[in-house]
């Protein structure tokens, strides 16, 4: 029985010892082991350590010097790295348990495309070092920084912000490349898409003056921007942007068009007034002379602004009845105050058309009163062309003068050779057209027509004395003593037809006197043909019959034509 009991009692220790060995093995694997990530409680700050109960024999130590924001409290949990034993336990790191945990935590945002935090602290070639924690710096290019230009890199220095990972490795060493323009895009974007969304035609919104164009203004609206064109700054007209809004100014505008699909956004300013074209018949009618003031000049006309957004047009043509007005400055200014009248409108397409001209009674209206054919009058060579001059008669009433009408007797090639500008001249009133405003005069018909008298005093058949006045390949111009010049045709210049026409006007030069036979007078064209070789023809006609007369007085008539003839050939 002894034996049986001691047996028992044997088994039962062997059996003791095995399971503390157990327990003892079981807790050794329980045990933190250098290198790994552990969590434990605070049980004490002591002596410049931090104690923490990681589960070990002893206490682990962590430095108050890793602890950058606050030391923790007893009883808070805390991570760290365990690097180590020494004689007083534990040897924890919780600068390299975040270390581990940010690689980690990098890694991750890598490979799943997601965000990390950090804060541009410096500017370097090409870019910034963004800080991303625990001092691990990451290149961010100057394109990838912001969704706009950046005029001065320094301006982004100290920006706290998201970044996207675009690369992370970089020659074995992990040297990241990050993203920060691609997150800021994301974001607008959803603001956009949000006001799409929220937002409808005809709300009030808030946006600050970004940018200006020579169209308008562009209107920071949180991220994205809006268009407030320079025809909706205001009902009236409106020549620069930068005189209605500033920039950096914060304004409240409607919203009166909305793209998603295009992502643009119309603003107004003036859609908070009401529109003044909607009571325009009730204040305006065609024929009304009103006010207003001279707000543009174009090469066409001047814009009238008549009150604020109702604005007309005086076309060239409407500004004088008599003058005709290249520029519109020549008879206005801008900011200029003016009557005008009413000449018609289109609601519409918000356009009004005026009159300057209007104002004053229009003189072609009674012109022909005034201006009768035949009347005398009196003016001032104002402009020559190549064809005649035009004289004012008075203040915008010119009348034209044909080259043809400056001299009886002269051929008038070009009015310059006898006219000069601001000549004052003497002339007739051939003809007055109110409806086309068109008066012509003439400067030869204050005197009589010397053709008449020409006609009258040296009909065809006649003869006369000339003066050469000049010779031409077809003839010879001949000069009567009352100033008629009048053509020898080069068929008409000799009697012998043996004679060429080079021989016979070799025997004349200009000035020479000259005998001539009228051939022809033409009162309404102004010629009159003359013949050298018919007055010679008419000579010999009067000495045949001075002779045969002659003869018949002193014989009986044996005398003949052949007779005479013989002896003018002696």
């Not at 919104?205 to 064109?229: E, M, N, R």
């Not at 009571?279 to 006309?301: A, C, I, P, S």
């Not at 034209?400 to 001249?425: C, M, N, R, Y």
């Amino acid at each position: 029985m002894k034996e049986m009991e001691v047996e028992k009692e044997e088994a039962q220790t062997s059996k003791s010892n095995f399971e503390t060995q157990l327990e003892e093995s079981l807790k050794d694997l329980n045990t933190p082991q250098a290198g790994q990530l552990v969590e434990g409680v605070v049980v004490q700050i002591a002596n410049d350590y931090v104690y923490v109960d990681i589960g070990d024999k002893s206490e682990g130590i962590i430095s108050v010097t890793e602890f950058t924001d606050e030391l923790p409290k007893e009883g808070d949990k805390v991570q760290a790295l365990l690097t180590g034993h020494n004689s007083n336990g534990p040897v924890l790191s919780k600068k390299k348990a975040e270390a581990r945990r940010f690689l980690k935590d990098i890694q991750q945002a890598y490979k799943d495309g997601t965000t990390v935090s950090g804060k541009i602290e410096k500017v370097v070639k090409s870019g910034y070092e963004v800080n991303l924690g625990i001092d691990k710096m990451a290149f961010l290019p100057i394109s990838q920084s912001s969704c706009e230009k950046i005029e001065k890199p320094e301006s982004l220095l100290g920006v706290k912000s998201k970044f996207y990972i675009e690369r992370l490795y970089s020659e074995g060493k992990i040297n990241p490349v990050v993203n920060r323009r691609k997150y800021l895009e994301e974001q607008v974007d959803e603001k956009r898409d949000y006001f799409f969304n929220n937002t409808n035609i005809g709300d009030s919104v808030k946006g600050v003056v970004k940018s200006f164009t020579s169209f308008g203004a562009f209107i920071d609206l949180g991220g994205f921007d809006g268009l407030l064109h320079i025809n909706d700054m205001s009902w009236g007209h409106v020549a620069r942007p930068k005189d209605f809004v500033k920039k950096g100014q914060e304004i409240e505008l409607k919203v009166i068009r909305l793209e998603p699909a295009e992502k643009r956004i119309n603003l107004s300013l003036k859609h908070f007034s009401e529109d003044p074209w909607v009571h325009f018949e009730e204040k305006y009618h065609v024929n009304d002379v009103v006010k207003g003031k001279v707000t543009k000049l174009t090469d066409f006309g001047a814009f009238v602004e008549l009150e604020e957004g109702i604005e007309g047009l005086v076309h060239i043509s409407e500004f004088s009845w008599t003058k005709k007005v290249n520029k519109p400055s020549d008879m206005v200014n801008i900011g200029e105050e003016v009557e005008a009248m009413i000449l018609g409108y289109d609601i519409q397409a918000g356009r009004v058309s005026l009159g300057l001209k209007q104002i004053t009674d229009n003189p072609w209206n009674n012109i022909n009163e005034k201006y009768t054919v035949g009347t005398k009058v009196k003016g001032t060579v104002v402009k020559i062309t190549n064809i005649g001059a035009f004289v004012a008669l008075e203040d915008g009433i010119d009348a034209f003068l044909h080259a043809d009408d400056i001299s009886w007797t002269k051929k008038v090639k070009h009015p310059g050779s006898e006219l000069t500008v601001k000549q004052e001249i003497e002339a007739v009133v051939l003809d007055c057209d109110n409806e086309s405003h068109r008066i012509k005069i003439g400067m030869k018909q204050i005197t009589d027509n010397p053709w008449k008298q020409f006609a009258d005093e040296y009909q065809a058949g006649s003869t006369l004395e000339g003066e050469v006045t000049s010779i031409t390949d077809f003839g010879i111009f001949v000069k009567a003593p009352n100033g008629i010049e009048g053509l020898v045709n080069k068929t008409n210049l000799s009697d012998d037809r043996k004679v060429s026409f080079e021989d016979a006007v070799a025997k004349y030069k200009v000035g020479d006197k000259i005998n001539v036979f009228v051939v022809d007078v033409n009162v309404e064209k102004e010629k009159v043909a003359f013949s050298v070789r018919e007055y010679k023809r008419m000579q010999q006609r009067e000495e045949i019959s001075q002779y045969i007369s002659s003869s018949a007085d002193n014989d009986d008539g044996a005398y003949t034509l052949g007779d005479f003839l013989n002896t003018q050939k002696k």
